[in-house]
């Protein structure tokens, strides 16, 4: 079976993980933070919460920087975990349409905030792994004050991740740069961001004698703090992830780089292959800034002559399993109860229609990619 996406395991990930279940912290333990302290350093951020999920760290991350009745623009072309993160705060999501690449548009963002001094932040995607320019979403937070949550769950190991934000959250989903199972963090260079972040994950209590503010439970005569004491302060939650997890994602850490080259060597190989066909391109030119999670072509069905289902399944039957990322957001039937509607993002509904997200992932061999280039075109061709 020829996915889209899958992870990447070895035996060296499967002895860190061995080596955690055989000792005695099963979850907050050292692990987590030799984890963070290498997200960190990787992504040259100076902090890095790790938690349960991506969408534990886009939740979190919303609550760190929105309040309810904010107004926040964001993208319609996501995984729903994005907008909702912004419907958990009891926020209001604005979808604003795409560019070229299928990433928000940064002039129609600046065209809402000089319209609407009331929005409050941008929820931007890096979608497929090609930042949203850190320039430009630096601009807008200078300009606008508005906050910048950036979703870099398709992002790690890209050259410009959480240059232009407030803070960015990561997925680390099997289909994704690196795994953990399941797993996500959140980047910062914000000491309150983290703060927060970190007591947001552990049901908002802490254990630090420097933050406490019942002094006189938490302190013995001596005034050193009792041993056994600890302070619920804000109302927070279980998004903790577990030491074994963590020993994963740091043996998978140390591969990030040959992952995301393999993955690059993928992307221009397919450029190449579908270069003056004029029924298949590359959603975007080769760009070696993205960190190529997806690889996105975009179909001419009707000069093709043939419907995305009846390519899926003649795909399928050869074993092949591409995928459609993403049905637009203000699509979903949830979405749309709430008064949203797709045609209000034209260019997001466009896309849709066109795309197809082909296998790309690091074990993914050239015979294979060969494969499936061949079945694809064959395909269009037929
Ligand atoms: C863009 C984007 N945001 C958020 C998420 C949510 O991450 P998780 O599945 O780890 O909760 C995903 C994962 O699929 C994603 O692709």
Redesign the pocket.
């Given at each position: 079976m020829i996915a889209y996406g899958r992870q990447s395991i070895d035996s060296e990930d499967i002895v860190a993980v061995a080596d955690v279940l055989g000792g005695d912290y099963l979850t907050t333990g050292p692990k987590v933070v030799e984890f963070e302290n290498a997200l960190a350093q990787k992504c040259g951020v100076k902090y890095a919460v790790a938690l349960s999920?991506?969408?534990?760290a886009?939740h979190i991350g919303a609550k760190t920087i929105i309040k309810a009745g904010d107004k926040v623009l964001t993208t319609p072309i996501?995984?729903v975990?994005?907008a909702n993160s912004i419907l958990y705060q009891n926020a209001k999501p604005i979808f604003v349409d795409v560019d070229d690449s299928a990433n928000i548009d940064l002039n129609l963002c600046e065209d809402a905030l000089k319209k609407d001094n009331s929005i409050k932040a941008i929820f931007a995607?890096d979608f497929t792994g090609k930042c949203v320019d850190p320039d430009g979403l630096g601009f807008l937070k200078e300009r606008y004050g508005v906050r910048i949550l950036e979703?870099a769950?398709?992002s790690l190991g890209s050259t410009n991740l959480a240059k232009g934000s407030d803070l960015a959250?990561l997925?680390?989903?099997p289909v994704k740069h690196i795994t953990t199972g399941?797993?996500?963090a959140i980047l910062t260079n914000d000491e309150e961001i983290y703060k927060h972040s970190k007591l947001l994950r552990g049901h908002g209590i802490t254990r630090d004698s420097s933050e406490f503010v019942l002094g006189d439970e938490a302190f013995g005569g001596d005034g050193k703090p009792n041993p056994w004491y600890y302070e619920m302060q804000t109302l927070g939650f279980n998004y903790r992830i577990t030491d074994f997890q963590c020993a994963l994602g740091i043996s998978q850490l140390a591969k990030l780089d040959k992952f995301v080259n393999r993955r690059k060597e993928i992307a221009a190989t397919y450029d190449e292959k579908f270069k003056n066909n004029d029924l298949i391109s590359p959603l975007y030119r080769f760009d070696f800034d993205s960190s190529y999670h997806l690889y996105i072509a975009m179909i001419d069905f009707e000069k093709a002559g043939v419907d995305r289902k009846e390519l899926f399944a003649r795909l399928n039957g050869k074993k092949i399993y591409p995928q459609v990322h993403y049905i637009p957001i203000n699509m979903q039937p949830y979405y749309k109860s709430l008064g949203y509607d797709p045609n209000d993002t034209p260019k997001a509904l466009k896309y849709y229609r066109q795309c197809i997200s082909l296998p790309i992932y690091p074990d993914l061999t050239d015979d294979l990619q060969e494969y499936v280039i061949s079945a694809l075109l064959g395909v269009l061709r037929a």
């Open positions: 999920n991506g969408t534990a886009l996501s995984f975990a994005t995607v979703d769950a398709h959250t997925s680390f989903h399941e797993g996500g």
